[in-house]
């Protein structure tokens, strides 16, 4: 069996692993339906930073094809998606109580835990630690559970912050996560959502998905003081993470607004604290998501409340997963490219 593995700068890596058919303790082995190219998997490919193998291919869904001896709950046959696992209960943080950073929540994504694989589901098959699996309700198709980690980064960095009935929100940024991020505040109750975005067909498919205003970055100061009685908006995502992305978060606050960092700057960027200062900015950073957020996610799906299906622009095969990388990576504005390795 062959998985693509991400690893170099514009290097995509076709390595064999034996094609696993039974699970050892602790682990189940999906069949692989659907997985999604992630943002990070095309800058990885871009930059040629260091990926971790599983990393390439992590928002994918399938179905289990064997459990563990010793796995209860999970059955053959069963929908999964790869999640953050549940806190562990016994690391340092979780025993000071602060069991929403438990240092297992990102073993995973870091390799460091035992049973981490050694690829990520640019393959056909994967066999996975049990806690990282959550289940798809029927409810949920495999076109919208592929598409339910995205959407889960957006659910939690809106969670995470102060929003009450009436706000204005700003969200920077129409790849997924921001798309996802602008239904996600309309569900919170904002009551005045403006995406940020220069790119005019991201920003339609906004409107469509029901941000109230889309403007290109020059626009956005205008719009969000037009939007907000000259004041500027409560709450600012930025789920880009450049520095002009930051910069345009503090601007389109208003003094006593909250900016959140979704999207991840990799590179050091350059802010001026005064600008930050003077509006007494509240700076929140949101990382990835927690266990329990899935579930909720695919409930807003099941629901109709969350939309992702015009977001999909193709789905192809693993031979057409080299070009769709590079494509991405040279500024390609598809919004979400889709591999079905059974094609
Ligand atoms: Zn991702
Ligand atoms: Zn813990």
Known sequence: MRAGIISGRRQLEFKTFSRPSIAAPGTAVIDIALCGICGSDVSAYRDGEGYPPFLSGHEW????????SDVHGLHRGDRVIAATPPACGRCPMCLAGHAERCAELTALSFGTHPLTPEHGA???????????????????SDEQAVMVEPATVALHAVRLQPIRLGDAAVVIGAGPVGLFAAQMLRLAGAR??????????????????GANTAVAPDDAGDAVLAATSGIGADVVLDCVGTESALRSAVELSRPGG??????????????????????EITLRASLAHLNHEF?????????????????????????????????LA??????KVVVDPRL
């Open 122 to 140: 640019y393959a056909e098959r994967i066999t996975m630690p049990v806690e990282a699996l959550v289940q798809v309700p029927d409810g949920v």
């Open 295 to 327: 579930a909720m996610t695919m409930s807003f799906m099941e629901s109709g409340q969350l939309r992702s299906e015009p977001m999909r622009e193709r789905t192809i095969g693993l031979d057409g997963l080299e070009e769709a990388l590079s494509s």
């Open 330 to 335: 040279s500024g390609g504005d598809e919004i």
């Open 258 to 279: 909250t900016v959140v960092m979704v999207g991840v700057a990799t590179g050091a960027v350059s802010i001026s604290p005064l600008s930050w200062l003077s509006k």
């Open 192 to 209: 005045a959502v403006t995406v940020v975005e220069p790119r005019a067909r991201r920003r339609a498919l906004a409107l469509e998905l």
């Open 61 to 68: 869904v399938g179905t289990v094809v064997d459990v563990g």
